[in-house]
């Protein structure tokens, strides 16, 4: 169920999701995986999902999204290149499988650098935090019935395995409107920044003002 959303009259609130995607090759298998979960468990949210890891899922009214990429930009520059490993799967309890990332460092160092320098940006309100995936994982399904699709497709995944690997040399924001019977349209990529390991001089906080 998706979270509702109360807007203040006349702006529009947006759902954001700040991903890291693999290659595309990768991106194929992965895709692959979850269509072959999808068709065996009959579980749609695999089969739409796209193929990414999530670093911070955020509502903010459309209003502060200039202020926002502006920073999520800065951020970028100053952020080398990293390599993202992923091995084998794991599970949420009940609900919920992925891939493993094994290389959690450099993705852990990304997203604390996010929360000190956006947090403020992406806060709605009291309710409407942003949410900081500081453990992370690359989803091949979600939204489980905990009796037969997660039961039997955990015990069939948790013996498969997966090996696979990308260089992260950009995040990318993608973004989905609110309507007003809290409904959601598609996300579609708002913007991609490179990472560019750029000694970034300005200070935390110029960029609020």
Same mark, same amino acid.
Do not use: C, Q, W
């Given at each position: 169920m998706e979270k509702i959303i109360t807007a203040m009259p006349g702006y529009r609130a947006c759902e954001y999701l700040l991903?890291?995607?693999? +290659? $595309?090759?990768?991106?194929?298998?992965? /895709?692959? &995986? @979850? $269509?072959e979960f999808a068709d065996k468990y009959k579980s749609d949210y695999a089969k739409w999902g796209k193929s990414h890891i999530t670093l911070v899922n955020f509502m903010q009214y459309e209003m502060m999204e200039e202020r926002i990429v502006n920073r999520l930009r800065m951020v970028a520059m100053g952020c080398p290149a990293f390599k993202v490993e992923l091995k084998d799967f794991g599970s949420f309890p009940s609900h919920t499988i992925y891939i493993n990332v094994t290389s959690k460092l450099p993705i852990q160092n990304l997203i604390k650098t996010l929360r000190t320098d956006g947090q403020r940006l /992406? @806060?709605?309100?009291?309710?409407? @935090?942003? +949410?900081?995936? /500081? $453990?992370?994982?690359? &989803?091949?399904?979600r939204k489980l019935k905990p009796c037969w699709q997660y039961e039997k497709g955990w015990l069939e995944y948790s013996n498969k395995h997966f090996t696979g690997g990308f260089i992260a040399d950009n995040m990318t924001l993608l973004k989905r409107q609110i309507l007003t019977d809290n409904s959601r349209t598609k996300y579609q990529v708002k913007e991609k920044f490179a990472f560019q390991n750029l000694p970034v001089a300005t200070k935390q906080g110029e960029l609020f003002g």
């Open positions: 991903v890291l995607s693999p +290659h $595309e090759e990768l991106g194929n298998r992965i /895709m692959k &995986t @979850k $269509e /992406m @806060k709605l309100n009291d309710d409407n @935090k942003p +949410h900081f995936i /500081m $453990e992370p994982y690359l &989803t091949i399904a």
